[in-house]
């Protein structure tokens, strides 16, 4: 499994961003997908996801109500839709990927096995 992100630049406090995962290999629907980011030097965190077969999502409080994920089983991708950005969503954002999680560990970066380069999205105030 290969993962590719994009879509990430430049914008303005209060721009839209989507952000695309190309999933290459394997159906979408059978592995769990997350986005993650990570800001210099701040650990990786959590973002969204989604997961495996029944498609749930899942966010992370600070961006709930402003981004939203989704999956296309027919082009492999899934997007973040990212709203309302603030500069503290400056970040380097990755996907990333398990066909084995659990729901407990939906949002540690260790229980996905797979991880694509970033894309970086960079928010001005």
């Known amino acids: 499994v290969q993962l590719q992100a994009s879509g990430g630049g430049l914008v303005r406090a209060g721009d839209s961003l989507t952000l695309s995962c190309i999933i290459s290999?394997?159906?979408?629907?059978?592995?769990?997908v997350g986005w993650f980011r990570q800001a210099p030097e701040k650990e990786r965190e959590f973002v969204a996801g989604t997961f495996r077969n029944t498609g749930r999502t899942y966010y992370a409080d600070s961006v709930k109500g402003r981004f939203t994920i989704s999956g296309d089983r027919a082009k492999k991708t899934v997007d973040l839709q990212m709203n309302s950005l603030k500069p503290e969503d400056t970040a380097m954002y990755y996907c990333?990927?398990?066909?084995?999680?659990?729901?407990?560990?939906?949002?540690?970066?260790?229980?996905?096995?797979?991880w694509g380069p970033g894309t970086l999205v960079t928010v001005s105030s």
């Open positions: 290999g394997r159906t979408v629907s059978g592995y769990t």
């Open positions: 990333a990927a398990s066909s084995s999680l659990i729901w407990s560990t939906r949002a540690t970066p260790n229980a996905y096995a797979y």
